[in-house]
């Protein structure tokens, strides 16, 4: 068995240890989990998986790849958070593989295996891998796209060595063009304006030189464009332009306003990159200022990396909607970055400096302190609640009877011993034994902390709500939330097809005369709503920051 194939199947093994066992053992969290799922499930239920609907109405926010993969799964193992899950756990796999096999390509071996073990051990790019969100799928599409197109440039400018770019240059121009494709499919233009932005500020930077022709830019495009133009035609063939407008609709409120209450200062995405992505990116750090390497397409590829990373950071910057998941794209060049320090410092060729030791103590510490100190603090909820914001809603939900047993402090304790032992081994310039402990050590802390506190998070945000939906599962009732957004009434009742169009009208359960019985949900508030002086509903209850009612059919 060759060296390539043994580390390969060396990291499906460890992909799949760390993201597949309990993949389905807490609910999916509103929205976007939620959201994506049930259409998904409406794909299965209708039978229709050419558009895309919630709520059993057309859905134009996002194109229908990565619900058409939660499909295929459910429709194999059921309707549940193991399958909506699961692609993005395969795709973590196929990830870590990639980053070897590139890596390796690049630097060797052992920088291909820092390179994925530092995409392992990083918080956020971790635990992406374990959740039921778009953007894992989406971003592997745009940078397998990328890398193809920076090995086609080296191939057309004779930049690589056969070892690096085997393939003739049209091969990866293909292979990239349909990865944006399956990019765009996934989640829309935006992939084709990142990687636009990306070769045009590396094009300008370049002194305007062209490294590839008009020619094979074109066939690129057109590559890319050939499956998400078959889909839209089809969309606009069966239903007309109704999906193009509101979907540029749509993208404009997110680049243009602070859509659904996602509001943020300019640096947001500076801090969630350096927090979240730790321990890579504290390593990343220097890899910002020069280094010493030596091949023109190894410097080459870290400035397509740092243009992507500024590229991704810019952009969402500017876009006024701040969302964790906008700026994952950087995992890559962060990784990538982190890997490369890591080898430098193993060559001798920078110091393993007092600033890196520094930061991995001071983020580090912030998931030790957090760790640590939220279960003990959980014991003393009544101090809790003084802190916490005052209104119903919130004292409702630190009410949740949520068991706390003292253990939840492991994770912080492995944290701390972990840290202290790679510090340890980076001060004796054991560098890749302990880079390589950092990374999966950190996956095992991530582990832990998701064992220990996802469930008991889900209990104190959701899951009173979701209990309450699960309760109309079978049942001929209509389940509507009011004053609030949740796509909990959908997946977790699991809707059937909609037969009376008048349940869509808010106004018609409140006061029309329904057919079936309608059960309501809102949030805990000081003031009573328009809900509570209707005389023909009635409260049948209150828990855990939530308030229930029924409304009779008569």
């Known amino acids: 068995m060759n060296q390539k194939l043994a ?52 859905f134009y926010e996002k194109p229908p790849l990565f619900f058409w993969l939660q499909a295929f799964w459910m429709n194999i193992f059921g309707v549940n958070e193991f399958t909506a899950r699961l692609p993005n756990a395969l795709c973590g796999i196929v990830t870590l593989v990639y980053l070897y096999h590139i890596g390796a390509k690049l630097y060797g071996h052992r920088f291909g295996l820092l390179w994925s073990l530092a995409y392992l051990g990083s918080v956020l790019p971790h635990l992406y891998f374990r959740s039921g969100i778009i953007d894992p799928v989406f971003n592997l599409f745009i940078f397998i796209s990328l890398v193809n197109l920076i090995f086609a440039a080296w191939k057309r400018g004779e930049l690589g060595t056969r070892l690096i770019v085997p393939r003739s240059e049209w091969t990866y121009l293909i292979i990239g063009g349909v990865a944006l494709g399956l ?10 304006l990142v990687l636009g932005l990306t070769v045009l500020v590396y094009w300008l930077l370049g002194r305007l030189r062209w490294f590839l022709s008009v020619w094979q830019g074109l066939v690129f495009l057109m590559v890319a464009s050939i499956l998400p133009l078959l889909w839209v035609g089809l969309e606009v063939q069966q239903h007309g332009p109704e999906f193009i407008s509101a979907f540029i609709a749509y993208s404009i409120r997110l680049l243009t306003t602070p859509d659904a209450g996602h509001g943020g200062f300019p640096g947001y995405h500076v ?35 740092l243009i992507l990373f500024g590229v991704v950071l810019v952009l969402f910057t500017i876009v006024q909607s701040k969302i964790v998941h906008y700026s994952s794209l950087c995992y890559f060049p962060i990784t990538y970055l982190a890997a490369l320090t890591l080898t430098q410092i193993e060559e001798r060729k920078i110091p393993f400096g007092n600033w890196m030791r520094a930061g991995l103590v001071a983020v580090g510490s912030i998931y030790m302190l957090a760790t640590i100190a939220a279960p003990i603090l959980a014991q003393r909820m009544d101090i809790v609640k003084q802190f916490a914001d005052q209104d119903p809603f919130t004292q409702g939900n630190l009410n949740a009877p949520v068991n706390w047993t003292g253990w939840e402090v492991l994770p912080g304790i492995w944290l701390l011993g972990l840290l202290a032992v790679t510090i340890y081994w980076f001060r004796h310039r054991q560098v890749v034994q302990a880079a390589m402990v950092l990374f999966v050590g950190m996956a095992v802390f991530v582990t832990l902390t998701l064992w220990f506190f996802i469930g008991r998070i889900e209990g104190l945000s959701q899951a009173t709500a979701m209990r309450f939906f699960e309760q109309a599962q ?16 959908f997946f ?6 909609v037969t009376n169009p008048k349940s869509y009208d808010e106004d018609w359960l409140l006061h029309g005369r329904i057919d079936k019985d309608v059960w309501f949900i809102r ?11 209707l005389p023909d509903v009635r409260k049948t209850g209150e828990r855990n920051g939530f308030v229930f009612y029924l409304r009779k059919a008569k």
């Open 7 to 58: 580390f390969s199947l060396l990291l499906i093994a460890v992909g799949a240890l760390f993201f597949l066992p309990f993949l389905g053992s807490v609910r999916l969290f509103d929205w976007d989990e939620i959201n994506f799922a049930e259409a998904a499930r409406e794909m299965t239920v209708l039978g229709d998986y050419g558009r895309v609907h919630i709520n059993y109405q057309p």
């Open 183 to 192: 990019a765009i499919l996934t989640k829309g233009p935006v992939a084709l």
């Open 271 to 305: 801090i969630i990159l350096l927090v979240g992505c730790f321990p890579a990116s504290i390593f990343a750090l220097r890899a910002f200022w020069p280094l010493f390497i030596e091949r023109n397409f190894q410097r080459e590829f870290r400035r397509w990396m």
């Open 474 to 489: 079978g049942k001929d009732v209509y389940v509507k939330t009011y004053g609030y957004h949740s796509y909990g009434p």
């Open 492 to 497: 977790y009742t699991r809707k059937p097809p």
């Open 523 to 533: 949030k805990s508030q000081e003031t009573p709503t328009h809900l509570d002086s």
